[in-house]
């Protein structure tokens, strides 16, 4: 069965303390986007990884890659690392059904842990094995600008090959960060709000209910409301043409503008992105 690599973005640039209470509100977030989209699934961390094993790995991917803090995923098949023998075998099944005739091919490995072999030795042999495996079709490597490019990552006992990094937004967990309240009553304001979610607060939305429910897909616990004594700020989807119209003092907490410096085609490029739930 296939499995879900994930791996996190700039939030293992935090000091240990820090890093450990943001690695678990991301899982939280995970799990809670999971059971929000019905998808049946186990999550596991070890590392800098998360696991997870689901029925429907389409699925999953659909729905972890709304999960802010999530860097790239990866659908990955897995063997043990103990023996290079077993991970280019693996990697050779892996190949038949990804690689066409007369295609150019490469290997990218990387390691870590304690095994007795280098990432160096991985790709070479992968590689060699990958070849064997496909030589009926013709193909051949190029380390340049291969058509296919297998990955194999070898961390601790296990090995994962895959041959795809599906990006994500990155960002922090939301969650990590405080509360604020944003006004969505146009795109610009959806745009907003989703910028302030990315960057780990828990936004309290009031405005349009259907721009609203677009954030609530990178968020299932998004609230809607016009107030709360916790907030922290007041975000506003305001272009920078619309600045001076702004009164701050009115607000008892400080106002935050995150797409003043944004085109229209900025914001509508997004706001793309956030209708279509990728």
Not at 84 to 112: H, L, P, T
Request: charged letters at 25%.
């Amino acid at each position: 069965m296939s499995i879900l690599l994930v791996r996190y973005s700039e939030i293992g640039l935090k000091s240990a303390p820090v890093r450990r209470r943001f690695e678990n509100q991301l899982k939280d977030n995970i799990l809670s986007m999971l059971m929000e989209d019905g998808v049946e699934a186990l999550v596991t961390k070890n590392g800098a990884r998360y696991y997870i094993e689901a029925t429907d790995p389409d699925a999953a991917v659909a729905s972890v890659r709304r999960v802010f803090g999530v860097g790239s995923i990866s659908v990955a098949e897995e063997c043990a690392s103990s023996r290079m023998e077993d991970i280019c075998a693996k990697a050779a099944e892996y190949s038949r059904s990804r690689i066409s005739e007369g295609q150019s091919f490469a290997v990218k490995a990387r390691r870590e842990g304690s095994q007795g072999y280098t990432s160096m030795d991985v790709g070479r042999e992968a590689g060699s094995a990958i070849f064997i495996a496909n030589e009926d079709r013709g193909v051949r490597v190029d380390l340049t600008d291969p058509d296919v490019v297998f990955y194999v990552e070898v961390r601790e006992n296990r090995a994962f090959v895959f041959g795809e990094y599906i990006r994500c937004h990155a960002g922090l967990p939301v969650g990590s960060q405080g509360k604020v309240i944003a006004r969505v009553d146009d795109e610009r304001g959806m745009v907003a709000a989703w910028l302030m979610m990315k960057r780990g607060c828990r936004v309290i939305a009031n405005g349009d209910e259907s721009l609203i429910s677009h954030l609530r897909r990178y968020d299932p616990l998004l609230k809607v409301g016009d107030g709360n004594p916790q907030a922290l700020g007041y975000v506003l989807g305001t272009s920078l043409d619309e600045l001076d119209s702004v009164d701050v003092t009115a607000y008892d907490v400080p106002v935050y503008f995150p797409t003043i410096g944004m085109g229209d085609d900025e914001v509508a490029e997004l706001a793309g992105i956030i209708t279509s739930g990728l």
